[in-house]
């Protein structure tokens, strides 16, 4: 079983910088591919960053190009996302996710096993 816990998440104003974690359980989390996504009111959730153990990044370029950037500390099995320029469109209950199965980082959310509970950002113009 994985636990995964987000954190930092808040209210921001536009062009402000967050940066989010989440710690994972699990004596295997550097072979997890990592990933966050996102979930704004009414729209479904979207695919923002993912990282896999070899360091293998992609990322939605049209929703976060150049300003979002994803990372893994393996020893504190810790994965990150850092939020610059932030914008009202970003916001949303973020989510990170684990995917045990593959070495590949995936965009789908039927791909990952394993959920967060959420952190709130909110970004005010």
């Known amino acids: 079983q994985v636990q995964l816990v987000e954190s930092g998440g808040g209210l921001v104003q536009a062009g402000d910088s967050l940066r989010l974690s989440c710690a994972a359980s699990g004596r295997t989390f550097s072979s997890y591919v990592m990933a966050w996504f996102r979930q704004a009111p009414g729209k479904e959730r979207e695919f923002v960053a993912a990282i896999s153990w070899t360091g293998h990044i992609i990322y939605n370029v049209d929703s976060v190009k150049g300003r979002f950037t994803i990372s893994r500390d393996n020893a504190k099995n810790t994965v990150y996302l850092q939020m610059n320029s932030l914008k009202p469109e970003d916001t949303a209950v973020y989510y990170c996710?684990?995917?045990?199965?593959?070495?590949?980082?995936?965009?789908?959310?039927?791909?990952?096993?394993?959920w967060g509970q959420g952190t709130q950002v909110i970004v005010s113009s």
């Open positions: 996710a684990a995917d045990l199965t593959t070495v590949v980082p995936g965009t789908r959310v039927n791909e990952y096993d394993y």
